[in-house]
């Protein structure tokens, strides 16, 4: 069975190979349209990658920013509560879980490791192959 970077190169090659051979067929007519196709072929591409990343970026600030803080704000509170046996500090708790919209340790977890698959596909996806090598 073929590694995934075979796969990925596989893939690489049949994505830029894409008209490149109507390129050598083509008249001196068509030639240009030919060019224009693999070009918008590649722009695509790359525009297509790059909204992959900004969605990454997006998801990362959003898990680090609010869902990890809350996490943080609110368990800091439940064990500051927990510690002093302090009704204010445990209400404050148990508010800031519904004010703040606190996820589970659980969905934290499953969230960050969705987090850490999504880029790893991306790092290891044809565009990124490309961008890798061609510096």
Do not use: W
């Amino acid at each position: 069975m073929p590694s995934n970077l075979a796969l990925h190169k596989g893939e690489l090659r049949s994505i830029i190979s894409e008209g490149i051979n109507e390129i050598g067929l083509a008249d001196e007519e068509s030639f240009r349209e030919v060019i224009n196709q693999v070009i918008s072929n590649l722009t695509s591409m790359f525009k297509k990658h790059r909204k992959e990343l900004d969605d990454l970026s997006k998801s990362k600030r959003k898990f680090y920013g609010i869902d990890l803080s809350c996490c943080l704000v609110s368990g800091g509170l439940s064990i500051a509560a927990a510690v002093t046996s302090n009704p204010t500090i445990s209400q404050l708790s148990t508010i800031s879980s519904f004010v703040l919209g606190a996820p589970s340790i659980k969905e934290l977890i499953k969230d960050g490791n969705k987090i850490i698959k999504t880029s790893k596909e991306l790092r290891k996806s044809p565009t990124s192959i490309l961008l890798k090598y061609s510096k």
